[in-house]
């Protein structure tokens, strides 16, 4: 009896093991698929990346660079690498302790772009991707052009700051001197084109492709082009051929495929070297950069990336950086590298910004006619008791390097306008604004020249400037003189600069934004929209009605 219970319990023993074996497999192959799962986002950031269609490549670390949901509360910004350098803002500075302000000219606009773009996705862009010079630079202004052979003029204005009557707020503005597409010298150009996996997306290499076509469209015999792309390894894909033979040049950008890592360095390394072989004495040489910014194979840390750009400058090829695509943008990156190249930076978010930057404003952005920009503004003690650069935190330069020509500033491009505001407080002014005091002097004391108070001027502004191939600076002076002018009677250009600042200023939240409010950047830029050909300032204002509605729905 006992041998058949045992027989007995085995053979269920046997079934059950069969039972439940499917079971097991089932639930062993579901744990290693959950553990791939967990692996798979542990990518390091200096892995190469997977192709772009693969979802959470990021590091799981990642934070969206902005908490704010969209303007309907639906969608969410998902978590991304962009990349933006701190900035601190500029701080009100006593004249009897530092009388002189120094700093090196922007034409980048890539700012302006760019917070467009996160506004128009429903979300407030981080602080730090709010540039306020690249923001106020986007937009032309009504400066005369210059006389003579000098290529650009200095207008001044001065009036009261709209977000604290008490203060003045002084704009200088710079004009570039307009050159007929037919008389800009011959070009030649390296596309540099960044076609790594990260690329694939429509609002990166598509629409990057369709932005060099319309460049291309502009070329003529005299220019030469040649086509450099990177992914894992760099490579000419297109010798230097004439700009008259659009459709080969255009032919090659089409037939660009994106997938690899980013070997950045490499590829700048070859556009260079390729830009100095085929290099125009009498002409326009420079590699226009395209890319997301994301390098991570070969030659890719800042230093090694501006020595080499550096080293290529000196020898007369410039450099031109174009922004794409969201998510893994390295703003930080791209603006240094074409600050240091001689060059601009510009982010391209659609395709109507392409036209303004690549037809539009060709000139301006391939061709320069001034280098190494300085300005040096010198206030008067009896006037000035007080003073604040808006915007050009990065841009600042010590007092010493104004004279110095070995010194690397800002270039300005063929018709290209640059504007800079001062916030200042007259002497007699009892300010809301804490002012840093300093210690009195033991061994020396500030004295003060007589005739500055005999005199009405307010400041004198100290430009210099190297033309492209020289390499000694020229000097160009201008004193302001208060005329009491009110913000009602200021100028158009006075009034939308102010506008687009205080929109700067709120949306960084900046301790100097005073009274500013949305409300009265509106009615600021709605009477100085002016005649606006190109819809600009238009899309200013709706930019501004949209960012007002987000604002409100985050309280």
């Known amino acids: 009896m006992n041998k058949k219970l045992a027989n007995h319990r085995q053979y269920w023993q046997v079934k059950l093991l069969f039972c439940w074996f ?22 390091s950031a200096s892995s190469p990346r997977p192709a772009a269609k693969l979802p959470n490549a990021a590091p799981p670390a990642a934070e969206p660079t902005a908490k704010l949901r969209s303007a309907d509360n639906v969608a969410q910004p998902t978590p991304n690498t962009e990349q933006y350098n701190r900035i601190e803002d500029n701080q009100f500075v006593t004249v009897k302790n530092q009388p002189l302000s120094t700093f090196s000219i922007d034409v980048d606009t890539a700012s302006y772009s760019n917070v467009r773009r996160f506004i128009n996705e429903g979300q407030l862009p981080p602080k730090d991707a709010v540039r306020i010079e690249e923001m106020i630079n986007y937009f032309t202004y009504d400066y005369p052009q210059p006389n003579g052979d000098r290529p650009f003029a200095i207008t001044t204005e001065i009036s009261q700051t709209p977000w604290n009557p008490k203060h003045k707020l002084v704009q200088i503005g710079l004009q570039g001197k307009r050159i007929a597409s037919e008389n800009i010298p011959p070009s030649n150009l390296v596309f540099l084109i960044d076609v790594s996996g990260s690329m694939e997306e429509p609002n990166k290499l598509p629409l990057l492709q369709t932005s060099f076509r319309l460049l291309t469209n502009q070329l003529t015999a005299k220019d030469k082009v040649s086509i450099v792309v990177y992914a894992g390894n760099a490579g000419l894909v297109l010798p230097p051929t004439p700009g008259n033979e659009k459709q080969k040049i255009i032919s090659a950008i089409y037939k660009l495929k994106a997938g690899g890592s980013t070997a950045g360095g490499e590829g700048i390394k070859l556009a260079y070297d390729i830009a100095k072989k085929n290099f125009l004495p009498s ?37 031109t950086v174009l922004g794409f695509g969201m998510g893994n943008l390295k703003d930080s990156k791209m603006e240094q590298l074409a600050d240091k190249g001689n060059g601009n930076y510009a982010y391209i978010d659609d395709l109507q910004e392409a036209k303004k930057v690549l037809v539009t404003q060709m000139g301006g952005t391939i061709f320069t006619i001034a280098k190494d920009v300085k300005i040096q503004v010198e206030f008067n003690p009896t006037k000035v008791q007080a003073y604040r650069l808006i915007g050009y935190e990065n841009r600042a330069l010590q007092a010493e390097d104004f004279k110095n020509d070995k010194k690397d500033a800002g270039e300005l491009g063929a018709g290209h306008s640059v504007t800079a505001l001062y916030e200042i407080i007259p002497v007699g ?24 108070y005999k005199n009405n001027e307010l400041m004198l502004v100290k430009l210099r400037y190297k033309a492209p191939k020289d390499t000694t600076s020229e000097l160009i002076t201008q004193p302001l003189i208060d005329g009491n002018v009110s913000f009602t009677n200021a100028s158009n250009n006075l009034k939308f600069a102010a506008a687009v600042a205080e929109f700067g200023m709120i949306l960084r939240e900046s301790e100097f934004k005073g009274a500013a409010n949305f409300d009265q950047v509106l009615d600021l830029a709605r009477q100085s929209k002016d005649v606006d050909l190109a819809g600009y300032r238009t899309e200013f204002i709706s930019l501004v009605e949209k960012t007002k509605s987000l604002a409100v729905s985050q309280r």
């Open 22 to 43: 499917p079971l097991l497999i089932l639930t062993a192959c579901g744990s290693e698929q959950a553990n791939k799962a967990k692996q798979a986002p542990q990518l």
């Open 429 to 452: 002014v009892k300010s809301d604004v804490k002012l840093t005091q300093v210690d009195p002097l033991r061994y020396q004391q500030n004295q003060v020249d007589s005739q500055a």
């Open 283 to 319: 002409g326009n040489n420079r590699v226009i950069l395209a890319t997301d910014g994301d390098f991570n194979v070969g030659v890719s840390s800042d230093s090694e990336l501006v020595r080499l750009i550096e080293n290529y400058r000196n020898q007369g090829v410039f450099l």
